[in-house]
Every structure is written in structure tokens, then in C-alpha cells.
């Protein structure tokens, strides 16, 4: 097996937002450095520069999904030679605070990224298993991590035992003019109940930070990935 092969668990929550919605204005909210609301719950300004100053902002990326009908339990994707299938694990569940409302999603993960010997054997195969859609992503993230001394914020390349991802990302499919926005948490490390602890009390860190949204944060506009790529497939082609 490939060294560079990782199989790993997750849970997320993720929101899309339609084209219509100004992106400008949902990327400064995320990145804001001085909201009143952070300036009342951080300890110091110090603090509230040290957490966004840790939003890395990533070069434009494109990943390319395999459509399948109907489903949106099972994601696969490839990148620069790198494939990764994710699979649902468990139940849905519906998460709720006094900002936002969302489904939580629990996956386990392969993300497999083969020799190039290898990689030409795939790649038939891979292109005669179904359609594929090419999703552009300009990415911003921002990286926590959780331990027995409560939360830190560490830059999105660091990699701790225990933590999630915080991530604001602008989405297109290759050749179209409409730009989504998805906003999203992505915890990692422990058992699945310990991913669900750790991807609220990071929604809630994130957010208590944060003014209050004037864009919509709901069950009705919380998808995976699978489903997004559903609903977009099924309105657009």
C-alpha cells in the first residue's frame, strides 16, 4: 500500500449559499478583525488578531467529483492525482444555537494518492465510471485544535491530534459564471461522539467570536457535499 494513503473519520457541517448571495460581504464577515462582538467575548485584541491572522486563504483549486445518480451517502473525488471516497457513517443529526442551524454528518475516509505507475493503470478506468464535474475552489481556512487546555487557533497547515477545520470557500463548476459560497466545520480525531463534542464546541468558539450573520445559516441550506453536487446536477444540466 501507498505510505501516502489515510484512511480517517470526520464530522461536518457545511451551508451553501446561492449565487445571488454577495460573496463580498460573507468573506469579510469571516475574516473581520475588529466586530464588536469579538471585541466583547476575546480577552485581548491581541487574541482576536492572533485567530484571524491565522486564516490562510489558498490558491485556486480544482476538484473533480463523480456524479452519482442519486446518491448522496457516497463522495468521490480526484485532484492532482490524488483520489479520495468518503462514505457516511451513521445518522444524520440536526444541530441548533441561537445563530445558526445545520445537519451534522459523520464520514469515514480514503484518501489514496497511488504511484504514478498506478495512476495510469486508474485512470481509465476512473473516467469510464461515470460523469464527472469539475468544481473550481478558492479556499480560506482556519485551523483549531482541542486538548484537556480548552482551544487554541493554529495556522490551517498544522495537523494536532484532536481538532477542526473552519472553512469559508467560494465554488463554481468549470465553465460557469455562478459562484456558490459554502461555509463549513470539519472535526477530526477521537470516536464519532467525541467528533460531534468537538464540532459543536468549535461552532460555538467560531461563532462567539463573530457578529451575528445577515445571511442564512440553516437546515434548509445545510448539505454535504454529495447533496449539494445533487441539487446542482439536477438544476443546471
Known amino acids: 500500500m501507498d505510505k501516502k494513503n489515510v484512511l480517517f473519520n470526520s464530522a461536518e457541517i457545511r451551508w451553501f449559499l446561492p449565487p445571488t448571495e454577495d460573496w463580498g460581504a460573507v468573506l469579510e464577515w469571516f475574516l473581520d478583525k475588529g466586530t464588536e462582538k469579538a471585541n466583547q467575548t476575546m480577552n485581548s485584541s491581541a487574541e482576536v488578531l492572533h485567530l484571524f491572522d491565522n486564516i490562510k486563504k489558498e490558491d485556486l483549486r480544482t476538484d473533480e467529483y463523480l456524479i452519482i445518480p442519486q446518491c448522496t451517502t457516497v463522495g468521490v473525488k480526484q485532484r492532482q ?14 444541530y441548533q ?34 460523469e464527472w464535474l469539475k468544481i473550481n475552489k478558492i479556499r480560506y481556512l482556519l485551523k483549531l485544535s482541542h486538548s484537556e487546555n480548552g482551544i487554541k487557533v493554529l495556522p490551517p497547515d498544522a495537523w494536532p491530534e484532536k481538532g477542526c477545520q473552519v472553512e469559508l470557500t467560494q465554488v463554481w463548476a468549470d465553465g460557469s459564471d455562478e459562484k456558490w459560497t459554502s461555509f463549513g466545520f470539519e472535526a ?8 460531534g463534542h468537538t464540532l459543536k464546541d468549535s461552532i460555538l468558539f467560531f461563532i462567539s467570536k463573530k457578529n451575528q450573520p445577515t445571511f442564512l445559516f440553516s437546515t434548509q441550506n445545510s448539505l454535504s457535499y454529495p447533496a449539494w453536487l445533487q441539487f446542482f446536477q439536477k438544476n443546471n444540466f
Open 81 to 94: 492525482g490524488k483520489l479520495e471516497v468518503k462514505a457516511q457513517v451513521g445518522e444524520k443529526e440536526n
Open 97 to 130: 444555537n441561537e445563530h445558526l442551524s445545520g445537519i451534522i454528518d459523520y464520514w469515514s475516509k480514503w484518501s489514496l494518492q497511488p504511484s504514478q505507475t498506478n495512476l495510469s493503470l486508474l485512470e481509465k478506468d476512473l473516467q469510464h465510471s461515470g
Open 188 to 195: 477530526f480525531g477521537g470516536s464519532f461522539q467525541n467528533l
